[in-house]
Nanobody, 125 residues
């Protein structure tokens, strides 16, 4: 069974850092593009960051550019999201997704090949 499991969320003060991990199991994801999304209470789900399967390109939402870094370790079937200079508005449940081939920024879960269960990130002011 294919699974994406996020971890690394928690409570952090504004200005702090967290590193999220998304571990994939059940198959090899080296030829899958990986994305991070988030959803805050009462708000629409939004795209955060993505990395192509080849690791040659990364993509970021304007709201996180310069503060977040996405990376992947294909040998470990894991994608990471390093989040620095966190702000209270970064508070959300963060989800990872996997898509064979190109990056898919759609926020609709059904459009993605695989989707994780999410990890909560709370940034206090």
């Amino acid at each position: 069974q294919v699974q994406l499991v996020e971890s690394g969320g928690g409570l952090v003060q504004a200005g702090g850092s967290l590193r999220l991990s998304c571990a994939a199991s059940g198959r090899t994801f080296s030829n899958y593009s990986m994305e991070w999304f988030r959803q805050a209470p009462g708000k629409e789900r939004e795209f955060v960051a993505a990395i192509k399967w080849s690791r040659s390109r990364t993509y970021y939402a304007d709201s996180v550019k310069g503060r977040f870094t996405i990376s992947r370790d294909n040998a470990k079937n894991t994608v990471y999201l390093q989040m620095n200079s966190l702000k209270p508005e970064d508070t959300a449940v963060y989800y990872c997704a996997a898509d064979r081939g190109g990056v898919l920024m759609s926020t609709s879960i059904v459009n993605h090949d695989y989707w994780g269960q999410g990890t909560q990130v709370t940034v206090s002011s």
